[in-house]
């Protein structure tokens, strides 16, 4: 279910509420949260896109006192996905901790992003925020150096079989570890494709920071302004009105000190303003988050590139659009071509995109 809130619509009450509770720090639910909390609890369960912050719902509810408020099967099904949570997130930093001592003794940095990232650092690890996979940015010079680092550990994975021309248009590669818990890594060589923006990432680079949870090992974090960045990026790139994005954006301004001129100068020169904005303004309008009004009044896009942002990331609000694939593209294009680092070099890239899987369609023909 969804309500409007302001262009976009946003998630009903009373997962809405509950989303507030759980990054705003309060010792207590808001009033009209309480009698439905268990109403919101399996919302959050019910839907994969806010599964993943079971663990944190059952971190703040414990810790408040207002897990009394939740029925018992509402609590126990909160118990049982935050107990698996935590169980694969103990796994999973054991592949993280090898990968740390493997890129240290390569003097090889990996720098984790999303939620590799955000647990052990925003989340604590008692309440991880879980994704499909783990992601990791190499540097420019190291793309010939990661089978070797991950040998023994990770087997690369084709996700493009039969299509040379679109795998060279990616920015990761994929991998799979087998032990002691299958997950993928998603190796990238950059933060999105790169047409779309004007990353600086000597700069990135020089800005990460150790990972506070793996100490002096080979694992990195962004800056908090450039995290920000990268999950504006990357809720654009998944055509999200509202997403666990938010509320890690939420969680991240609530535990760092965010220096907002210098994230909307970068947002500019990376030519991800719109993406910024329009996540800053549901932390802001949504959340109840802190973001100055000045910040937001001087990323505001224009008229035009709001009505493309309404039309792109609020498809399944607009009758008939968002119900095929022809709609999505649509939607795709509308985002790149108005809402990232400039037309030009979007539509630059989305004919070489076209241009590959032709010619990769035709290879198969043979």
Request: with cysteine.
């Given at each position: 279910?969804?309500?409007?809130?302001?262009?976009?619509?946003a998630?009903?009450?009373?997962l809405?509420?509950?989303?507030?509770?759980?990054?705003?720090?309060?010792?207590?639910?808001?009033?009209?949260l309480g009698?439905?909390?268990s109403e919101?609890i399996a919302?959050?369960?019910?839907?994969p896109?806010?599964?993943?912050?079971a663990p944190?719902?059952?971190?703040?509810l414990?810790?408040?006192?207002?897990?009394?408020?939740?029925?018992t099967?509402?609590?126990?099904?909160?118990?049982r996905a935050?107990?698996s949570?935590?169980?694969?997130?103990?796994?999973?930093?054991?592949?993280?901790v090898?990968?740390?001592?493997?890129?240290g003794?390569?003097?090889?940095?990996?720098m984790?992003?999303k939620?590799?990232?955000?647990?052990?650092w925003i989340?604590?690890w008692?309440?991880?925020r879980l994704?499909?996979?783990l992601?990791?940015?190499?540097?420019p010079?190291?793309g010939?150096?990661v089978?070797?680092?991950?040998?023994?550990?990770a087997v690369e994975?084709?996700?493009?079989?039969?299509?040379?021309?679109?795998?060279?248009?990616?920015?990761?590669?994929?991998?799979l570890?087998?032990?002691?818990?299958?997950?993928?890594?998603?190796?990238?060589?950059g933060?999105a494709?790169?047409?779309?923006?004007?990353?600086?990432?000597?700069?990135?680079?020089?800005?990460s920071?150790?990972?506070p949870?793996?100490?002096?090992?080979?694992l990195?974090?962004?800056?908090?302004e450039?995290?920000?960045?990268?999950l504006a990026?990357?809720?654009?790139?998944?055509?999200?009105?509202?997403s666990?994005?938010?509320?890690?954006?939420?969680?991240l301004?609530?535990?760092?000190?965010?220096?907002?001129?210098r994230?909307?100068?970068?947002?500019?020169?990376?030519?991800?303003a719109?993406?910024?904005f329009?996540?800053?303004?549901?932390?802001?309008?949504g959340l109840?988050?802190?973001?100055?009004?000045?910040?937001?009044?001087?990323?505001?896009p224009?008229?035009?590139t709001?009505?493309?942002?309404?039309?792109?990331l609020?498809?399944?609000?607009w009758?008939?659009l968002?119900?095929g694939?022809?709609?999505?593209?649509?939607r795709?294009?509308?985002?790149?071509?108005w809402?990232t680092?400039?037309?030009?070099?979007?539509?630059?890239?989305q004919?070489?995109?076209?241009a590959?899987?032709?010619?990769?369609?035709?290879?198969?023909?043979?």
């Amino acid at each position: 279910m969804i309500q409007r809130l302001g262009r976009l619509p946003a998630p009903a009450e009373p997962l809405l509420g509950l989303l507030r509770f759980l990054v705003s720090g309060a010792s207590e639910p808001e009033t009209p949260l309480g009698p439905r909390l268990s109403e919101a609890i399996a919302a959050l369960l019910g839907a994969p896109e806010w599964r993943v912050l079971a663990p944190l719902a059952a971190a703040r509810l414990s810790e408040t006192g207002a897990v009394r408020l939740l029925a018992t099967e509402p609590a126990a099904a909160l118990r049982r996905a935050t107990l698996s949570a935590v169980a694969v997130a103990m796994t999973r930093q054991q592949v993280l901790v090898a990968l740390g001592e493997r890129a240290g003794r390569a003097g090889m940095p990996l720098m984790l992003l999303k939620g590799a990232a955000l647990t052990g650092w925003i989340y604590p690890w008692s309440a991880p925020r879980l994704g499909a996979d783990l992601d990791l940015l190499i540097g420019p010079a190291d793309g010939e150096r990661v089978c070797a680092l991950l040998a023994g550990l990770a087997v690369e994975q084709d996700k493009f079989p039969g299509r040379s021309r679109l795998r060279g248009l990616a920015y990761e590669r994929s991998f799979l570890v087998q032990a002691p818990v299958q997950v993928e890594l998603d190796v990238h060589h950059g933060l999105a494709y790169p047409a779309l923006y004007r990353i600086d990432y000597d700069g990135l680079w020089q800005r990460s920071v150790p990972h506070p949870g793996f100490g002096l090992m080979g694992l990195r974090v962004p800056g908090p302004e450039d995290m920000l960045l990268h999950l504006a990026i990357h809720a654009l790139y998944d055509l999200k009105s509202w997403s666990r994005h938010d509320v890690d954006a939420a969680l991240l301004i609530a535990h760092e000190p965010i220096v907002w001129a210098r994230l909307s100068e970068r947002a500019k020169q990376w030519g991800a303003a719109a993406g910024l904005f329009l996540l800053l303004e549901r932390v802001a309008h949504g959340l109840g988050c802190p973001v100055p009004e000045s910040v937001l009044s001087g990323l505001k896009p224009g008229g035009l590139t709001l009505a493309v942002a309404r039309l792109a990331l609020a498809g399944n609000d607009w009758e008939g659009l968002d119900t095929g694939p022809g709609a999505l593209r649509l939607r795709q294009l509308a985002a790149q071509l108005w809402l990232t680092g400039g037309a030009r070099p979007a539509l630059r890239f989305q004919l070489d995109y076209a241009a590959a899987r032709l010619l990769d369609a035709l290879s198969r023909g043979k």
